[in-house]
């Protein structure tokens, strides 16, 4: 079977610095997304990885390894605005997306 | 520059109850996706259009379930006899092609609630 797992909930101080890891095992690779949501809202493009490395975008930068089957998405100088479900997902030989459950970011002051 | 949008946000429906769901994807797309998003959990899969074709309709739990997307553009997607378990966030997302580089863009989905 398909299968993406990342931690159900993490909790991080503002201003600091949080990794959210993501392992998968699917039918096929064709990029890993990672999606911003928050509570009652539509989930929100973060990032995209199709080749092994690091994508960085301002504060995010997303990590893939391919032949282990890893991700991680990393937040820098975390503000109480990042609050909210980071997910996971991969698009699998049928280019459909398969999805994470989800990790729930809690930010302290 | 309107984004995806969906309606109603919110519906309650009674056990046994036929439901219909729209989505209005972003002028111009080709794709679009319809999820289903239980409470603390990703989207699931249930069904693809590119343009007016469904392509994959592989996710979609069981014959009450019936989407269409007639004119290539707004969609919807039909339950029929609701049951309990198909309480959830019914979210639709379009892009722009059938790349498979193009990110989703979601709509803000519609909960619904059978009673």
């Known amino acids: 079977g398909q299968n993406i797992d990342q931690p159900t909930e993490m909790t991080a101080t503002e201003g600091a610095i949080v990794q959210i890891n993501c392992t998968y095992q699917t039918s096929g690779f064709n990029g890993l997304f990672w999606y911003q949501q928050h509570a009652g809202e539509a989930p929100t493009f973060l990032s995209y990885n199709v080749l092994d490395g690091l994508e960085e975008k301002g504060r995010f930068s997303s990590f893939l390894s391919r032949s282990k089957g890893y991700s991680y998405l990393l937040l820098k100088e975390l503000q109480m605005k990042d609050s909210a479900s980071y997910l996971c997902?991969?698009?699998?030989?049928?280019?459909?997306?398969?999805w994470g459950a989800g990790t729930k970011l809690i930010i302290k002051p | 520059g309107a984004g995806v949008s969906q309606s109603p946000r919110y519906k309650v429906a009674k056990r046994g109850q036929d439901v219909a769901l729209r989505c209005d994807p972003i002028?111009?797309?080709?794709?679009l996706f319809w999820y289903q998003q239980a409470l603390g959990q990703g989207p699931e899969f249930l069904t693809y259009?590119?343009?007016?074709?469904?392509?994959?309709k592989s996710g979609l739990p069981s014959d009450r379930f019936f989407a269409e997307r007639p004119e290539g553009s707004v969609s919807t997607l039909k339950i029929q006899r609701t049951q309990q378990e198909d309480s959830a966030v019914y979210l639709c997302?379009?892009?722009?092609?059938?790349?498979?580089?193009?990110?989703?863009?979601f709509g803000p989905g519609t909960r619904l609630t059978v009673l």
């Open positions: 002028s111009g797309h080709v794709s």
């Open positions: 997302a379009s892009s722009p092609d059938g790349s498979s580089y193009n990110e989703q863009f």
């Open positions: 259009f590119q343009n007016e074709a469904q392509l994959d």
């Open positions: 997902a991969v698009r699998d030989s049928n280019y459909q997306l398969i």
